[in-house]
T-cell receptor
């Protein structure tokens, strides 16, 4: 069974600092990796996608992927109170299974 | 691009009743997905369509659940004989064709079973 693991938190980070969110996955053939942000009572919002090993930067967000270690992370630089949310890691494994497998999410709190 | 639209936003019903939800995907997207999310959990995949063809169903999709996308545009998800355990947020997402494309979610339908 495919699994995606995240620390549920809460992860508390001071405003302006770097928030680091981590995710591990069980299926070695996983191909595509996504980070979603979800505010309380709202639906998931796509913030980053990454497909190959290394870093991918988009504004204050950096996604990092290490397929050998089956590990994907999200860094948020210059954290703002508006970044306080649950961050969901999602993995696509292919092979006829086209739904995403999600972790339970990490609850991030940015302290003003 | 008006985003993925879901209706209704909230549904409250008594146990045993049937409910139907609608999803309108982003117009350029031919793939449409249904997920269910309960409190404290990530979304769980239910089923997906490519155009009008339903190509995959999760084992979570019991016989009481049925989804359709008759003309390859909007989709409906029906739950028959609702049970307490069906209370959840039902999320619809859409994507471009091709494996591993990013999926964009609608606002969801929150179902509460009394």
């Amino acid at each position: 069974q495919k699994e995606v693991e995240q620390n549920s938190g809460p992860l508390s980070v001071p405003e302006g600092a770097i928030a680091s969110l981590n995710c591990t996955y069980s299926d070695r053939v996983s191909q595509s990796f996504f980070w979603y942000r979800q505010y309380s009572g709202k639906s998931p919002e796509l913030i980053m996608s990454i497909y190959s090993n290394g870093d991918k930067e988009d504004g204050r967000f950096t996604a990092q992927l290490n397929k050998a270690s089956q590990y994907v992370s999200l860094l948020i630089r210059d954290s703002q109170p508006s970044d306080s949310a649950t961050y969901l890691c999602a993995v696509y494994s292919g092979g006829g299974a086209d739904g995403l497998t999600f972790g339970k999410g990490t609850h991030l709190i940015i302290q003003p | 691009d008006t985003g993925v639209s879901q209706d209704p936003r909230h549904k409250i019903t008594k146990r045993g009743q049937n409910v139907t939800f609608r999803c309108d995907p982003i117009s350029e997207h031919n793939r449409l997905y249904w997920y269910r999310q309960t409190l404290g959990q990530g979304p769980e995949f239910l089923t997906y369509f490519q155009n009008e063809a339903q190509l995959e169903k999760s084992r979570l999709l019991s016989d009481r659940f049925s989804a359709e996308r008759p003309k390859g545009s909007f989709s409906t998800l029906e739950i028959q004989r609702t049970e307490q355990g069906d209370s959840a947020m039902y999320l619809c997402a859409s994507s471009f064709p091709g494996q591993g494309q990013p999926q964009h979610f609608g606002d969801g339908t929150r179902l509460s079973i009394l």
